[in-house]
Structure formats: structure tokens, C-alpha cells
């Protein structure tokens, strides 16, 4: 991934703007305000996701949003089933927390929400990029990073059947 925002220079378009690679996430909640109600909520909405691991194809990086808040990130190919039902499963546990989310989260990862310029299109050769734990943290500092508070591993994800079948000759 690193080679990827490299080669095409987004690197030194982004200096200090951008994540360190740390720090690219793959975003499934709205924020919320940092209150000890907030935080219980969000832990015991943690422990009770139980769903499967899953991979996104990512193919392309592109750059959108206002000035001052220009969001560059890897973009996937479709949306996957398992991370359908990863958001899915996210949604429902903050919302029995009554933490609503209004916001659509699409299969991305994220590399700088504070990109000097809109970036087209940039195709690029796949890269699969597994989510296998949900991270709850705090964002802060300058440059912008995030703290970890606590971390929940996903299921194990399923095998391909059409790997599993090759197996067998």
C-alpha cells in the first residue's frame, strides 16, 4: 500500500497530512462525543460483535470532499458480503447502546482527511486488505492519529469454496 501512494508521488503531495500507515483504517461508526457514558456504551457494544473477518479488493485510490477536509483513501472494488454484514453487525450493536449512526460507510481505507487538493481516480494493480479486529480509539495530536482504547477480533472469515475445491486435485 505504501508503495502504491509512493509511486504515483501522493506522498509528497501529502507531507506531514499524511496517516502514518498505523493509522489507515477502514472507518464503521459515526464519531461520538468522549464522555464515560459514551465510551461504556461503545465498549459493551464491542464485546457483543460477533462476526466474520473480511476482505476488501482494493483497486484504486481517489481523493473527495470540502477544502480542509479533502478525504484521500484506497477505494474497493464493489461492496463485499462480509463487510455488509461487519457494518451490519456494527450498527446494530451501537444502536441496542442507543448510539445511532446517520452516516453510510462505503469499503475504503483511509490515508489523509486533510489532502491539499481533489484527487481523480487513480487505478491501480488490486490489494486485499483484511479486517480482522474492530479497534475503538481516540483521535488527537498533530500530525492526526489514533490512540487505541480497546480492540475485538472478528471471527475467523470463511474459506473460499472455489479455493477449497482446488485444493482437492
Known sequence: MKSAVSRN?????????????ANWHQTLSDRY???ATNRAAMRRAGTRISVQACSLSLNR???QGQEGTIHWAFRAEGRPRGFVDLLAAVRKALADEYLGTGSGHSPHV?????????LGSITMKP????????LLV???????HYDVIERWSLRPAAPDPAEQQLSLF
Open 33 to 35: 462525543e468522549d464522555t
Open 61 to 63: 485510490i481517489r481523493g
Open 9 to 21: 508521488g501522493l506522498d509528497a503531495q501529502l507531507g506531514s497530512m499524511m496517516f502514518k500507515a
Open 110 to 118: 483511509t490515508i489523509s482527511y486533510n489532502a491539499p487538493c481533489h
Open 127 to 134: 490489494i486485499n486488505w483484511t479486517i480482522a479486529e474492530i
Open 138 to 144: 481516540e483521535g488527537t495530536g498533530t500530525p492526526y
